[in-house]
């Protein structure tokens, strides 16, 4: 996924869904923390898989480290907001069409948090993960 | 972070946003799609977006990476002995 940094695994659960990212000083100490979910999860032909979850920790790195986007994305955003571009950007970012629906599907949800109908969620996510898509 | 939600959970909150039956909603998302083939700044991305999005609410793509899969596929004396312990 291309994640820099340190990477850690706690054998615990977490409130997380499986994986945390870590803001540092700089990018070769951002700390990357998966949990025992993830491969719960991973396990579950149902669920997000560990490629999809990593995807996601590393869309929050990308957002906050990439030259262009950490310019143009505003640092004081909305905790779901900043969700909601960190599960677009993964969605870039994966090999797999299951990884990238499900991530898209999770970017969805999140939207619909801002009381946006389905719709015009559909609208601005499309619109938003091809202006991702062409600034990476 | 990911959140804990189950898919299953996104999934069925997300179909019940949309008052129609699959059938109708297959119809919408194709419509959509096409609109986006027409608008000229829109590109390959939007298209795969919007595809992607409906084929996770009507049609989800199977894992084939999930670590039970992984294992079924193992081959018998593929396992890894160590030395000297």
């Known amino acids: ?136 | 972070m990911i959140g804990p939600k189950k898919l299953s959970e996104i999934r069925a909150e997300l179909r019940a946003g949309f008052d129609m039956t699959d059938k109708e909603l297959l119809a919408w998302f194709n419509r959509e799609i096409q609109a986006l083939e027409r608008q000229e700044p829109t590109g390959r991305t939007g298209r795969e977006t919007m595809r992607s999005l409906r084929d996770a609410l009507l049609a989800p793509a199977k894992k084939r990476n999930a670590l039970s899969g992984k294992r079924k596929g193992k081959k018998k004396g593929s396992r890894i002995i160590l030395k000297g312990s």
């Open chain 1, 1 to 136: 996924m291309g994640f820099v940094g340190r990477v850690e695994y706690q054998h615990a659960y977490s409130r997380s869904g499986g994986a945390q990212y870590g803001l540092a000083v700089t990018p070769e100490r951002d700390l990357l923390t998966v949990y025992a979910e993830a491969f719960e999860r991973d396990a579950d032909p149902e669920e997000f898989s560990l490629e999809a979850i990593i995807a996601h920790e590393r869309g929050h790195q990308v957002l906050a480290r990439h030259p262009r986007l950490a310019r143009i994305v505003p640092a004081m955003m909305s905790g779901v907001t900043e969700e909601i571009l960190a599960s677009l950007v993964g969605s870039l970012l994966v090999g797999t069409e299951k990884d990238r629906q499900d991530l898209l599907l999770k970017a969805w949800e999140q939207a619909s948090r801002l009381a946006m109908p389905g719709e015009q969620a559909l609208a601005w996510l499309t619109h938003l993960r091809e202006m991702l898509g062409r600034l990476l």
